[in-house]
Nanobody
Framework: QVQLVESGGGLVQAGGSLRLSCLAS????????VGWFRQAPGKEREFVGA????????YYADSVKGRFTISRDNAKNTVYLQMNSLKPEDTALYYC????????????????WGQGTQVTVSS
């Protein structure tokens, strides 16, 4: 089992950057795929991106491709979401989630979730 805690959210102007962190507990963190999701008020939770267990492969939603980058440091049990060129439509509660083995883009495939960190982008 793994527990996840997100941090790094905040208020930023459009065009700015933020880096979110997802800190995991557990000694087998490198066994887990980690995904980032977001949910804006009144909208469904949507996939942002995900990173494979070793960090060798990533996958992004079209809406963030080229602006967001996911990386991981398994020695620190941490996955990062670097967000650049932020837009007001990126405003949402951002969650990290973990699952074993295969990368997935569907939230129901993920077994473990953090509590989320709020990102607000002002215009």
């Amino acid at each position: 089992q793994v527990q996840l805690v997100e941090s790094g959210g905040g208020l930023v102007q459009a065009g700015g950057s933020l880096r979110l962190s997802c800190l995991a507990s557990g000694r087998t963190f490198s066994s887990y795929v980690v995904g980032w999701f977001r949910q804006a008020p009144g909208k469904e939770r949507e996939f942002v991106g995900a990173i494979q267990r070793t960090g060798g492969s990533t996958y992004y939603a079209d809406s963030v491709k080229g602006r967001f980058t996911i990386s991981r440091d398994n020695a620190k049990n941490t996955v990062y979401l670097q967000m650049n060129s932020l837009k007001p439509e990126d405003t949402a509660l951002y969650y990290c989630a973990a699952k074993e083995v295969w990368l997935a883009i569907t939230s129901s495939r993920y077994d473990y979730w953090g509590q989320g960190t709020q990102v607000t982008v002002s215009s």
